[in-house]
């Protein structure tokens, strides 16, 4: 989806198209005014001699001949309704296969038999989202890239206006800065350096630091998960594994998996907030990551991640030893931490009487 001030909206290609048919613009002369190919320029004006919307089409296949008929949907969905039945049950009523079932129920998003009210057959309650969290420290860790743009000291452009902002930057842009992180999931004991770069080396060699700081915490990972990012499918970060690691990647499209290092920020309100606002300074950025790293972070239902100053590093170290258990009640999710001090101003505020 193009935004409202991109020069091909619809608005845009109308204008594009009218030069040429209303006004006579060459095509040539057209495509120099829009920067754009001398086809995307024809393509338009043909629509628009044709009185088509200037509107993309839908990329849909006109004919599908491998498609599951209409009439035998219908019996899929009917029979799921009514009988409540499974995939498996209503392939073989009908002669199909499951797959094939189950592409049209997910087709038609039909819920699950578990969220159905049994009396009626209607959905009663939401399906509960997929959560996991390993067992045991460094079983997986998750690393990824954050691209963050970096800030002259004194302020850019976006809070001091043009003139200021292209004053403290000199006229030349500082560029990115990449922000490598490392999460156990676990312990969420996290490893962040701020590189120059996200190429294959950089990103190799970051992790061989990364192992380094989990190894001298009395632990050794034994598998990486990352996204299909060039730097983590090249052969240099695959000989920065090793042998012992094994590597998992995501489904393309799909950052929801390797979400507890892809948060912005990777931390808690203030350190996410810091390092995503666009008025702060590039040193604190670095102090904030610098900050971040060998901490532990924990889950909050509020606040998302935080940064939690009693999980840190020796935790981990008491995790790995095997002095200390979570307990198997808690689903794996760890306590949300509150500072000392906001508990004993909570306990010492006087209750309202009603």
Known sequence: MTHANASFTELGRLKLAQLVVDEGWPIQRVADRFQCAYGTVQKWACRYRAGEPMTDR?????????????RLERRIIALRFN????????????????????????????????????????????????????????????VDIK????????????????????????KQGLGYAYVHHAVDDHTRVAYSEILDDEKKDTAARFWERARAFYASLGIQVTAVMTDNGSCYRSHAFKAALGEGIKHRRTRPYRPQTNGKVNRPGMSGDFISWRMRSWHVQASTRASC?????????????RAGIRVSSRR???????????????????????????????????????????
Not at 98 to 116: E, Q
Not at 147 to 170: E, F, Y
């Open 83 to 142: 009988r409540r039945w499974g995939p498996h049950r209503i392939g073989y009523h009908l002669g199909i296969a499951r797959s094939t079932v189950g592409r049209v129920l997910a087709r038609f998003k039909m819920p699950r038999l578990r969220d159905l009210d049994q009396a009626t057959g209607l959905p009663a309650r939401k399906p509960k989202p997929v959560r996991y969290e390993m067992s045991r420290p460094a079983e997986l860790v998750h």
């Open 289 to 301: 990551v610098s900050a971040l790293s060998g901490r532990s972070l924990s889950r909050s239902p």
């Open 147 to 170: 691209k963050q743009g970096r800030i002259p000291d004194g302020g850019g452009h976006r809070k001091l206006g043009r003139t200021a902002g292209s004053r403290n930057n000199k």
């Open 58 to 70: 839908s990329s849909r296949p006109h004919s599908s001949p491998n498609r599951v008929p209409t």
């Open 312 to 354: 840190s590093a020796r935790s981990l170290r008491s995790s790995a030893s095997g002095r200390r258990r979570r307990s198997a009640s808690g689903c794996g999710r760890p306590r949300s931490t509150v500072a000392p001090d906001r508990a004993r101003r909570r306990k010492s505020l006087p209750r309202s009487e009603s």
